[in-house]
């Protein structure tokens, strides 16, 4: 099995920035798509931002401008960095990864959540 552990959250300012990282390890033959997901108390959880093993990516419109989502295949991991960050940004943010654990078994993780809170 694999795992997914997240580091960066915190508090913070409007306008300031805050630089999420994750980390996947353990049995992993290859990771293909890599994203991040916020949630809120009493609401679903949303992609924030996607990132493909080649490198594409995808935004939620309410972040674009603001984050850039990052990963390095060698290290397995994934980034996010938000900048001019505004009170609604404030949530819970996952970490989400499609990790093959064999060349044809794939599995859909989540890391634990890391909150992150943006005062105003």
């Known amino acids: 099995q694999a795992q997914l552990v997240e580091s960066g959250g915190g508090l913070v300012q409007a306008g300031g920035s805050l630089r999420l990282s994750c980390a996947a390890s353990?049995?992993?033959?290859?990771?293909?798509?890599m994203g991040w997901y916020r949630q809120t108390p009493g609401k679903e959880r949303d992609l924030v931002a996607s990132?493909?093993?080649?490198?594409?990516?995808n935004y939620a419109e309410s972040v674009k401008g603001r984050f850039t989502i990052s990963r390095d295949n060698a290290k397995n991991t994934v980034s996010l960095q938000m900048n001019s960050l505004k009170p609604e940004d404030t949530a819970v943010y996952y970490c989400?990864?499609?990790?093959?654990?064999?060349?044809?078994?794939?599995?859909?993780?989540w890391g634990q959540g890391t909150q992150v809170t943006v005062s105003s």
């Open positions: 353990g049995s992993i033959f290859s990771i293909q798509t």
């Open positions: 989400n990864a499609d990790i093959f654990i064999t060349r044809y078994r794939s599995y859909d993780y």
């Open positions: 990132i493909t093993v080649g490198g594409s990516t």
